[in-house]
């Protein structure tokens, strides 16, 4: 894409969504995918045993772009019921489902929220800037992981493989291009001659 105006709002859908699950319970995530109507979040006897991912290609966004906020929507099935925050991470994504590796990739907390506060329909949360940036900076796939951060933490979350019931989440960035170091030091350089001018208009009076 072109380098955006200043505070312009670019929006995603992500490449794939998919709840990824740990049946042996042993921090391994091996088995799951993205073909069901909704996925899930689940947190049981301390054990984060189903993770939601979104990927989301960013490969369009100019590279001078820097992002001053962002934020994720989503929509909710039904009224979670489950006590408990939910974690949402940022990882460096690839575009391409594998587990158990999606599940391992180093990933840093960006938001987290209360499911029982937000209640269901489609609610935003707004993600760390700074972060997300980190990301940016990186690689050109977004991946956003969500799970339970306390005992018994769950929610259901509507997925993008349905028809016409699915409402896929969006990813919002507001970005500002900064200007490459050539390019500002053309700007100084066409700015420089002007200020001289005037120092020496103020010289001669």
């Known amino acids: 894409m072109t380098s955006p105006a200043n505070g312009e709002i670019v929006t995603y859908t992500p490449a794939?969504?998919?709840t990824l699950r740990d049946d042996g319970f042993d921090g391994t995530f091996d088995s799951g995918g993205n073909a069901n109507p909704f996925n899930s979040i689940q947190r049981t006897d301390n054990v984060v045993n189903e993770v939601l991912f979104f990927e989301f290609d960013l490969t369009g966004l100019d590279s001078s772009a820097v992002v001053e906020s962002a934020s994720i929507s989503f929509t909710i099935l039904g009224t979670p019921t489950a006590s408990g925050n939910i974690d949402i991470l940022a990882y460096q994504a690839d575009g391409v489902l594998t587990f158990p590796d999606d599940g391992s990739r180093i990933a840093q907390t960006v938001a987290n929220y209360d499911p029982i506060t937000l209640g269901g329909g489609t609610i935003s949360v707004v993600?760390?800037?700074?972060?997300?940036?980190?990301?940016?900076?990186?690689?050109?796939?977004?991946?956003?992981?969500?799970q339970g951060s306390e005992t018994n933490a769950a929610t259901d979350i509507r997925g993008i493989s349905t028809t016409a019931a699915g409402i896929p989440p969006t990813l919002s960035l507001s970005v500002v291009a900064v200007p490459e170091p050539t390019s500002f030091a053309l700007i100084l350089?066409?700015?420089?001659?002007?200020?001289?001018?005037?120092?020496?208009?103020?010289t001669l009076k």
């Open 127 to 146: 993600l760390n800037t700074a972060v997300v940036n980190g990301f940016l900076n990186s690689g050109s796939y977004l991946g956003i992981r969500m």
């Open 16 to 18: 794939f969504d998919a």
């Open 189 to 202: 350089v066409s700015v420089l001659p002007a200020i001289a001018c005037r120092r020496r208009k103020r």
